[in-house]
């Protein structure tokens, strides 16, 4: 058999569930090495919480070059009550903000994409649901999370006040909306962008620097422009109406939560965040630790697999192996098969690891 290069990939399972539901991918890694001849090399290490415990800091220095020389991250989930209290910089959340920013992953894919069989678990109506396949794309080393000034500072008569800072500059814009572009250009070729142009200077400026883009490199693509709170309710109100929304880290950061939930379950939505050229891809479950259902083999492990479907698909170059492990979990659905947050009547309640191996099973 002939074998291809090996691609290295960081496995950082963090806390909580996040071991859980990274050890199906796991499971699904070694079955394409051996079935498939495909040579993912896995080194696997620790972040968040239990990085603290061993190291006192939430990511180290040695964890952080390996996830510089690996082509793709998958991370579990960080974070827990036993951490809420430590000063902010030792906060397992930091290691992702230090991931995300040293990395410089400045794009967040998040595909909210309803399955047929799982149509019931969106609290909204089926016929406004089902089929729906949406891509958001949120910017997200930019904007007014990073923007400087930024602080609490007292001010007279005894009283503070709060500054961030909404900047973006053009070629943070332009990055983020090539990637939106390239999507679309796979998917049904449309791009809505998201900005609040009616109130805010960086918004007109979002919006003629997507504008420019589309007319200068993508003139087949269908773009529009919608102010992010009429995005909000558009959601809500006729989500199919889109296919590739583009937008800024604070907007994107609400709307694609807001899309999330549109398909139901917490536990079934990966995301990607790209840098440049899509190497060094982070890939993780929209969901948080869940430490309430840690340890208890309850733990939906579909988020994660399908997160590892797009590392496939966009840090990867394995385009046929992403669609055989994506059309591997809709058969298992299809089965009836579900774990406890999405089951219904009727269906079979499997545990996290008894999911992980009928998607195995189903590989082809
Ligand atoms: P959460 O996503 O962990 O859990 C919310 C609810 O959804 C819980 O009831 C949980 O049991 C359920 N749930 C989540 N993932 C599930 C899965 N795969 N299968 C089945 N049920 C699932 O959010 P939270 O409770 O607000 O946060 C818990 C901890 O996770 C906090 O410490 C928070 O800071 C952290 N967090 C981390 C990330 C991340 O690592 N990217 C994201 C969000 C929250």
Redesign the pocket.
Known sequence: MIKIKKRKILLLP?D??GPE?VNEVKKIIEWFNKKKSLDFEIEEDLVGGVSYEKHKKPITDEVFYKALESEAIILG????PKW?TLEFSKRP?RA?LKLRKELKLFANLRPAICFKQLVDASSLKPEIVSGLDIMIVRELTGGIYFGEPRGIKPIENGERKGINTHVYSSNEIIRVAKVAFELAQKRNKKVTSCDKSNVMEAGILWREEVQKVKDEEYPNIELSHMLADNCAMQLLRKPKQFDVIVTDNLFGDILSDEAAMLTGS??LLPSASLGAKDKNGMY??V???????AGTG???PI?TILSFAMALKYSLDLDKEADNLEQAVQKVLDDGLR?Q?ILSKGKKEVSTSQMGDAIISKLK
């Open positions: 963090g909580g569930i539901v989930a960080v974070g827990g809420d959340e992702l917490l536990g993780e479950p969901h948080g630790s869940a430490p309430d259902i309850k733990a939906n988020a774990t947050d």
